[in-house]
C-alpha cells in the first residue's frame, strides 16, 4: 500500500478524541526527539520522517535549532491536550482560555 505524506498538524488532525492525540503528541515527540539527536550527531539533517504503519508524516527544517523549537511546540500542545483531558484550563486576566 503506498501512502503519500502529510504534515504533522494534518497527522494530528485525523485523531478525534483527546486521548488518541495525546497518545499521537507522544509518538511525534519520541520521533522528533531521535531524529534531534541524531542529526546532532551526523550534522546534515535535513528532514523529519515518522511512518507509524497507518500514516506517513514529512517536515523539513532548516537547522536543529528549528526542530528543536518544533520539539517545544509539540510539547506545549500535548500539555494543553492533557490538561483538557483532565479538565483544567488556563484563565488570563479574568477570561479563559
Aim: glycine share 8%.
Amino acid at each position: 500500500m503506498n501512502l503519500d505524506y502529510m504534515t504533522i498538524s494534518q497527522y494530528i488532525e485525523c485523531k478525534s478524541k483527546l486521548i488518541g492525540k495525546i497518545a499521537t503528541y507522544d509518538l511525534l515527540i519520541e520521533n522528533m526527539e531521535a531524529a534531534i539527536l541524531e542529526g546532532t550527531t551526523s550534522g546534515h539533517l535535513v528532514q523529519y520522517e515518522m511512518d507509524d504503519g497507518q500514516m506517513k508524516v514529512r517536515a523539513q527544517y532548516r537547522s536543529i535549532n528549528d526542530m528543536t523549537l518544533a520539539l517545544r511546540s509539540l510539547e506545549q500542545a500535548r500539555q494543553r491536550y492533557i490538561n483538557r483531558y483532565n479538565g483544567r484550563s488556563t484563565v488570563l486576566r479574568g477570561g479563559q482560555l
